[in-house]
């Protein structure tokens, strides 16, 4: 059965001050993994895809990138419009992603 | 493309009344997903499609819900009757094998 946890459940950070978030899976046969950026009271919102291990893609201030475990969503000196809940999805076998439960983001000005 | 339709954006019923949510997907998209999000659970798949025909319905919590794709622009989820248990928000997905692109979602109360 495909796994996917991410971590923290939540993270706080100062406007400027930079961090991780971290998506752990188990899954066999990895066909992708994506981020999605989640606002109060919105659907997810799609980021990035990532296909293999060792490749990375950015978006303004964020980079996500993929090891053959885990895949990492950085955060470049946060504004507090970065302030959301970022969840990771992998995609195996089939067409169908398997969810995390997500990083509650707060970035505070 | 206006991106994944939902509707209702609300709806409050009492328990016992039938709930209908309806979801437009993104054209040319061949799969659709429907999911229920709670802070305890967050999100659950409960059905999807695959060219209008339903694929896996595992995640459907019991008999009072159900699904329909009668076209490649329209899908349904009822439940009848409902349950306070019910209450959520649901969200309809789309996608073309690759990411998914949701909907605003419905949120639902049951009283």
Known sequence: EDQVTQSPEALR???GESSSLNCSYTVSGLRGLFWYRQDPGKGP???????????????????????????????TAPKPEDSATYLCAVQAGSYIPTFGRGTSLIVHP | DAGVIQ???????EMGQEVTLRCKPI???????????TMMRGLELLIYFNNNV???DSGMPEDRF???MPNAS???LKIQPSE???SAVYFCASSDRGEQYFGPGTRLTVT
């Not at chain 1, 201030?61 to 955060?75: D, G, N, Q, Y």
Request: no cysteine; net charge negative.
């Open chain 1, 13 to 15: 950070l100062q406007e």
């Open chain 1, 45 to 75: 919102e799609f980021l990035f895809t990532l296909y293999s291990a060792g490749e990375e893609k950015e978006k303004e201030r964020l980079k996500a990138t993929l090891t053959k475990k885990e895949s990492f969503l950085h955060i």
């Open chain 2, 7 to 13: 509707s209702p954006r609300h709806e409050v019923t």
């Open chain 2, 27 to 37: 054209s040319g998209h061949d799969y659709l997903f429907w999911y229920r999000q």
């Open chain 2, 54 to 56: 339903p694929i896996d």
């Open chain 2, 66 to 68: 159900s699904a329909k």
């Open chain 2, 74 to 76: 329209f899908s349904t």
């Open chain 2, 84 to 86: 306070p248990r019910d």
